[in-house]
């Protein structure tokens, strides 16, 4: 918990002495651009991008989804993954069909090759991620996950 007397810090906008470079979201949004940015640049010669990328780690993880849960996952517009969905199918990467419990809702799944691409994929991105944790223990990321995932918990709670 912030303490009244840190909430003056560098790192709270609203003190005299803030400066941007202290506040976590300033290196957060600068991180996912830098790392979408070169994901993006790896895989366009592959046919992907860092959208696609992750709507196939999505569904590869947790198998058939609704579009709206991809969107939550993806944190995208569900107009976007309409989008992105559909080219992926007409690319035979995808495969989409009606939901057996509501007709409305429509479900995504891999395809294999949609499994072979993001194989292709994977392999190309490991690259990158050993580099961005290069000087991380394995604790340092544990760490690193539990204080996002708290942030997010408390930007959630009512």
Known sequence: MVDKDELSSSFFPLADEFRSRDFPFYWVARLNAKYSADVDTLLKPHGLSS??????MILHEHGRLSMSDISVHAV???????KIVYRMQEAGLLKTEAS?????????????????????????TSRLVEKAFADFSKQDIVYINQCLSRMFHNLNAL
């Open 100 to 124: 057996p419990q509501d007709g409305r809702v429509t479900e995504v799944e891999l395809t294999e090759a949609g499994e072979a691409k993001l194989d292709i994929a994977r392999q190309v």
């Open 51 to 56: 959208s696609k990328w992750r709507i196939l």
């Open 76 to 82: 995208a517009k569900l107009s976007t993954i309409t």
